[in-house]
């Protein structure tokens, strides 16, 4: 038994020694190796031709044979957006036919050596944009028909009412307001326009018309104005001092604005979505601030727990100006123009829920009258508009100059800062029913570079609200 | 010392032995579920809360297959459980139905009588899978979905104004429930349903705005408005 166990116990070690012994024949042959060279970002207008002609370097000049495809997807999953195949060639050349979304896309380019099978991939990232891919929305009225025109940012390019000419359609009435706003899953980019006839929604994009807005007012022109909050998860719009709101969490393409929010309120035309999860509003019957949660319809006044620089609570003033400052995460800054009982103008300022700035505006000509203002992102500068006239106030110096002057019988009726430049200052103005569009560039001190405008965009109606669109 | 070895790879031959992947194997059942946002083993009903008055309705109550799909209809039959104080043939019917051939659910059609009783009265009805059923009672649990199988199901019949099951997930905009408020509810907007299968996120926000601004329009000329409990209403 005992020489039988011996036995056993060599004949495993000697199976294990046999299964461990390394007798295997592997004929190694030098891979000819790929470098794809090209550059890696592309950005294309939809529906324009895409080309790539990567230069492809081999380690080996072998002659072998190679297949190419071209794949293409979004660098985040979309709903109803899926990976695709656009070319087999080496060099792409093709049409671009997926729609523009904020993501961007992929486009995967693979080599593969037709004898052996080894492929070669290389990532590129394709930005897909619109032709109405940023600029301006100018809600006028012509000829008593409200019209939504765009002026493209770069060449200033101008379509004429695209959403009525895409939809063949006409919008009735007077032009009242535009916002842009995109869905919660970032998959939809939407431009609403209200009109004191009807509202509408197109697509950013294309101006096809994406959903219907319904509401139980009746937009009223020069006393309105409508936006989304932060995530776009609510829409507001305030119409000649009363506040009213529409969901969006169920993302649905329809949006219904509710009846008037309750509350004994006059708001001032802003919404200021200064803080992440609460909407700002001022209102001018009891001069104070009142806020909205996220996903609530509940309006309330603010508590205010400090009076320095001033109390949101209670400000004992009117307001007659309002402008977005700079814009952080969290906490965005907001500038307003406040009006005492004896016409006196002040600057006030917060940032997201705090009080911090509170100035009287000293040295500054013709700032009882002015009625559109714009904040400087870049320097501590406010533009204001009296008239046909465009000041400078500058914040640490107290003291304002003017900058220009329009032709006698112009009004501007509203001023922006560009938001993707900083340093663009857009002026829109009136000459009895016509509409006009200035770009103002602005130098590092703030002033207007070559002391005049750089754009001037003539050719609207009677302008009523411009809106910035952004890039996807 | 042979049989040893022989022994070994006998073991090591059986030990690689593939299994055959298990399957269920048993009787097909049936049961009552909800969706993981209705997620409550009772059904409340008020011919109250209709639009109109009716003699008789049907509450479709979905069950479905726990088993394999047959290519052939089954016989499902229900039984009141003891507890139940709604009486058969007078407040309710149950109709012996059929799940199709090859199909996973179906609505079960509980019909209901709006019976002088239910003026003043809240008959309850505890539906269970009848033994003689072709398919047996299935197994309660929580399903991956989050949907829920249960092995019996409450149902509430009256013609009073009760609170409806889906109170629970409109609570937050609508406040706590009351028969003076519901009924307010149904006057104003003229709708008698509420929950989150008639009226999405958005639509409950808008409608509460709308009670509001109707029960502020009440208030200013018929003062507070007192439920059944002398609590003053608010949305």
């Given at each position: 038994?005992?020489?039988?166990?011996?036995?056993?116990?060599?004949?495993?070690?000697?199976?294990?020694?046999?299964?461990?012994?390394?007798?295997?024949?592997?004929?190694?042959?030098?891979?000819?190796?790929?470098?794809?060279?090209?550059?890696?970002?592309?950005?294309?207008?939809?529906?324009?031709?895409?080309?790539?002609?990567?230069?492809?370097?081999?380690?080996?000049?072998?002659?072998?044979?190679?297949?190419?495809?071209?794949?293409?997807?979004?660098?985040?999953?979309?709903?109803?957006?899926?990976?695709?195949?656009?070319?087999?060639?080496?060099?792409?050349?093709?049409?671009?036919?997926?729609?523009?979304?904020?993501?961007?896309?992929?486009?995967?380019?693979?080599?593969t050596n037709s004898i052996n099978g080894v492929s070669k991939l290389k990532l590129f990232t394709v930005q897909v944009t619109s032709v109405f891919k940023d600029g301006w929305l100018i809600g006028n009225t012509a000829d008593g028909k409200a019209q939504l025109d765009f002026i493209r940012s770069g060449d200033y390019r101008v379509f004429d009412n695209p959403g009525a000419s895409v939809n063949q359609t006409t919008f009735l009435g007077n032009s009242a307001g535009s916002y842009t706003f995109s869905s919660l899953d970032g998959s939809r980019f939407d431009i609403a326009y209200f009109t004191d006839k009807g509202n509408y929604k197109f697509n950013t994009n294309d101006f096809t018309i994406s959903g219907n807005i319904?509401?139980?007012?009746?937009?009223?022109?020069?006393?309105?104005?409508?936006?989304?909050?932060?995530?776009?998860?609510?829409?507001?719009?305030?119409?000649?001092?009363?506040?009213?709101?529409?969901?969006?969490?169920?993302?649905?393409?329809?949006?219904?604005?509710?009846?008037?929010?309750?509350?004994?309120?006059?708001?001032?035309?802003?919404?200021?979505?200064?803080?992440?999860?609460?909407?700002?509003?001022?209102?001018?019957?009891?001069?104070?601030?009142?806020?909205l949660g996220l996903a609530s319809f509940d309006l309330a006044p603010v508590f205010s727990t400090t009076t320095n620089p001033f109390s949101m609570a209670n400000t004992g003033m009117q307001m007659v100006g309002a402008m977005d400052g700079v814009k952080n995460l969290g906490a965005e800054d907001y500038f307003f123009v406040m009006q005492n009982s004896n016409g006196e103008r002040y600057l006030y300022g917060i940032s997201g829920a705090t009080p911090t700035f509170a100035q009287k505006i000293l040295n500054s000509p013709n700032i009882a009258n002015a009625k559109s203002f714009a904040s400087s992102l870049i320097l501590r500068h406010m533009y204001y508009a009296a008239g046909n006239e465009i000041y400078l106030y500058d914040i640490l110096a107290n003291s304002s100059k003017l900058l220009y002057t329009l032709p006698t019988g112009t009004t501007i009726k509203e001023l922006q800062i560009q938001p993707n430049d900083n340093r663009t200052l857009v002026a829109a103005a009136n000459k009895g029913t016509t509409g006009e569009m200035y770009f103002f560039k602005i130098d590092n001190q703030g002033n207007f570079v070559n002391q005049s405008y750089a754009q001037k965009v003539e050719g609207f109606g009677e302008i009523s609200s411009i809106t910035y669109r952004r890039l996807n | 010392m042979k049989n040893l070895i022989l022994f070994f790879l006998l073991a090591f031959t059986l030990g690689c032995k593939k299994d055959d992947i298990i399957t269920y194997q048993g009787t097909d059942g049936i049961s009552f579920y909800t969706n993981y946002f209705t997620n409550i083993d009772s059904v409340n009903y008020s011919f109250a809360l209709q639009p109109q008055v009716k003699e008789r309705d049907t509450i479709f109550i979905p069950m479905r297959l726990e088993g394999k799909p047959a290519a052939v209809d089954r016989n499902i039959k229900l039984r009141a459980l003891p507890g139940s104080t709604a009486r058969a043939g007078i407040d309710y019917s149950l109709a012996d139905i059929k799940l199709p051939a090859n199909q996973l659910k179906v609505n079960y059609p509980l019909v209901i009588y709006n019976t002088p009783e239910m003026s003043t009265t809240n008959f309850k009805l505890i539906l269970a899978v009848d033994p003689s059923s072709e398919l047996v009672a299935g197994a309660p649990g929580l399903a991956t979905d989050q949907s829920r199988n249960f092995a019996q199901m409450k149902v509430q019949i009256t013609n009073l104004l009760i609170r409806p099951a889906y109170w629970d997930f409109i609570e937050y905009a609508f406040g706590s429930f009351s028969v003076t408020k519901i009924q307010f509810m149904i006057r104003v907007t003229g709708l008698n349903n509420f929950g989150p299968d008639a009226l999405n996120f958005a639509a409950t926000l808008n409608m509460q705005v709308q009670l509001r601004n109707a029960l502020a329009e009440y208030e200013r000329v018929n003062g507070p408005l007192i439920d059944e409990t002398g609590n003053q209403v608010s949305f």
């Open positions: 038994m005992k020489t039988q166990s011996y036995l056993f116990l060599i004949l495993v070690l000697v199976t294990s020694l046999w299964s461990c012994q390394k007798k295997q024949d592997f004929n190694y042959t030098e891979l000819n190796e790929l470098t794809i060279n090209s550059d890696t970002a592309f950005s294309v207008i939809q529906f324009d031709v895409l080309k790539i002609d990567p230069e492809i370097i081999q380690s080996k000049a072998t002659g072998e044979n190679f297949t190419y495809q071209w794949k293409i997807f979004p660098t985040l999953a979309v709903e109803g957006i899926n990976p695709q195949v656009i070319s087999t060639s080496k060099a792409l050349q093709q049409a671009i036919s997926l729609p523009p979304i904020k993501q961007g896309y992929y486009l995967e380019y693979k080599v319904n509401t139980s007012f009746t937009p009223t022109k020069d006393k309105f104005i409508a936006s989304p909050s932060k995530f776009n998860a609510d829409m507001y719009a305030i119409n000649d001092g009363n506040l009213y709101a529409a969901s969006t969490l169920d993302d649905a393409l329809d949006i219904f604005y509710s009846e008037r929010l309750m509350g004994d309120y006059v708001l001032f035309p802003k919404i200021i979505t200064s803080t992440l999860f609460t909407t700002y509003f001022y209102d001018n019957k009891y001069q104070r601030f009142m806020s | -």
